[in-house]
């Protein structure tokens, strides 16, 4: 390929990818010049905040050469090209990623310490972080994006730029108060608005037939409403490559920021209230991980942010002279769950009603572009919107609609000939009850491909989920087991682990993360042992100080730190984990607690603000933890912590600074997990149920390496179905008798008996979620954690073994299977030649 010449008087243009040439001066002059040209301060009077906004911009022109040069690159020669729709993109802090990426963290230290600032870390505190995501799935759409530009992938994000992300979370009196985040309050510096190629989006009023210019039948959208989306465009850097690929998220704002007519009328509220309405579709992120809420705006969300990113790919075509028949060589959807599903529906009503496509050929291009991840099966998850709340809003994408699952259920009639329970089964309508629109039958029929997110979740889509689809269309259903990037959970939130493994086994594992097999030769050698423990070592300080500062809380970085940070969720069972910690509390009291580890517990995690239960979990965890903390017999024995408002920041902190990972949902229920890898790759020693990936870490890490407890999957089913008893169970047990008798007699509440009764009542009822059918063997597994505990050495040696075998969780393996088994596309190598320097 020809190297691109930009002829742009850029600065940080350089062919060179390793220390992209930029040195501390250039750091410090693009700084300069941002302080007092961008910002209007002089240096002698800038803020932490104002170095922070000048490094970034300064940063930010460095991406820029790159930016356009792998922009250029598509243009000057057609590619298939990635546009990865989600609904959520939680990116995290960009500055040191991006720093990292370009190979200048050095180079920035230094040049800040021009300004009299003592450390990059006391400027990288500044950072607010954009919330735009609940939890996994948003993550690992990040970590997607981040290995698509660093694998040389050309590839677009498309979402929404919600005005406030998910919540900040205050935890006052114990119990979690949510606090509206106003990422945007002090300008973020990241993003790039482009109002010239913004978008027109309709909604609601009626749907016509008329006769064209040349006789034919058509159908068209009479829209009773508009919204405009504005792109804002966040360059995403690939790891010490020349590729910079785009996260475009919609903003929506109004056609007109005045209705004239009623303001010229004197009704000036009315005036403003269309303003008011379409801005308000990109207002919020709806904070429910993995349950639905079936609201109006959102489906307005997603019907947005789908049909600008369309119009949009459509266009790129047409500027670049590619016929729109040619969309399924140039472009490949994936979308992320089913919140961008509606593109199946709008990218045929744009082919058929805009471009003027025959059904046939404007469904094989849908079907050929189109493929969905499934991330769930709780029921619960599933979206499904309410027949005429869809009608109201989208008439003729249900008109389309209709005649896919016609012709569907054709096929479907075919082949099981005679079956109406089927065809109930399986159309895109649920006619059971108030009829709505299933929204994983529209994008499992829209798609070529289907996939789960860890083995044993696509083993139960195709077994419990969908059976008579996957027995429709078997090829259709495939399993790519989730990633993460170890740029930023292994480079950038363990830079003490990055540089021993550089040391040890060279750089490379940074885009190689099967190299760190290399380190299983080291897990007899005791000196390397010891400093690998160390390095864990010297995160549990870090994070024992960030704990004091946020809480108050000592905690001693020598002991166990066991960590459960994930969304509050029943499934998850954070619940479980509270009430083993109460049975260690009650053997400390006893006298019987011999030989248990002296351990910190560790807690973090939102739960969504109309989920009553785990706003409880939280106010239960922080009742524990005031009664252990408070109980001198528990010094040096017993610390309990609740983080407030878990982030990706903080989850930086909280990786490389854990011992004992805890992933203790129901099996069969967490579709796979991303955290469980991260806390691996960092060498901390998962306790966990056969659930989601833990099944493919154990498999890889070794069995003898991970602490293993609970019902299958398969048992858990067997359970459900000859009538689960909790109570069985309890008496059964001792400890867990006792400990739920010490929460009914209002132990961990001050006295009250009330508060923490529906939990009693959840778990010693009918307790969906087996935690007390687990529980013993939980206790169990805890107990060997404890023995391993006891030997410092065996227990490095079984942490290292999990950094050394976690390389197959890199992000980077999940994105290749991808591009090869489903995308079909091919790197896009750019190279730039500078006419500078
Ligand atoms: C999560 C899954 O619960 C988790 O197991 C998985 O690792 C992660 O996705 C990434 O694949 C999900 N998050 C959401 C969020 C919403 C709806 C469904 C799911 S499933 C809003």
Redesign the pocket.
Known sequence: SQPIDLRLPTPGCYADPIKAGIDADAVFDGMTEHLFFTLGKLATSASLRDLYMALSYAVRDRLMTRYLASQEAIRAKPHKTVAYFSAEFLIGPQLNNNLLNLGIQEEAEEAVKRFGIESLNDILEVEEEPGLG????GR?AACYMESLASLQVPAIGYGIRYEFGIFNQIIRDGWQIEVTDKWLKGGWPWELPQPDESCFVGFGGRTENYIDDQGNYRSRWIPSEHAIGVPHDIPILGYRVNNCDRLRLWRADATESFDFYAFNIGDYYGAVEEKVASETISKVLYP???TDEGRRLRLKQQHFFVSCSLQDMIRSLETRNIPVEQFSENWTVQLN?T?PAIAVAELMRLLIDNHHFEWDQAWDITNRSVAYTN??LLPE?LEKWDLNLFKSLLPRHLELIYEINKRFLQQVRLRYPGNDLILRKLSIIDEEGSKAVRMAHLATIGAHNVNG?AALHSDLIKRQLMPEFADLWPEKFTNVT?GVTPRRWVALSNPELASLLDQEIGSNWITNMDLLTQLEEKENDSNFLDVFGATKLLGKRKLAGYIHRQTGILVDPSTLFDVQVKRIHQYKRQHLNALQIIAQYLRIKNGTAHSIAPRTVIFGGKAAPGYLMAKLMIRFINGIAEVVNADPDMDGKLRVVFLPDYNVKLGEQVYSATDLSEQISTAGK?????GNMKFAMNGALTIGTLD?ANVEIRDRVGKENFFLFGKTESEIMKLRKNGYDPKQYIEKSPELSEAIRLIELGHFSNGDNELFRPLLNSLTGYDPFFVMADFDDYLLAQDRVSKAWQNHKEWNRMALLNTARSGFFSSDRSIREYCSSIWKVNPLEVEITCNIN
């Open positions: 609940n939890g996994g799935l690992l429910n991980d993995g769950d919140h991330h769930t998850a997110v989730n967490e579709a796979s997990g991303t989601g």
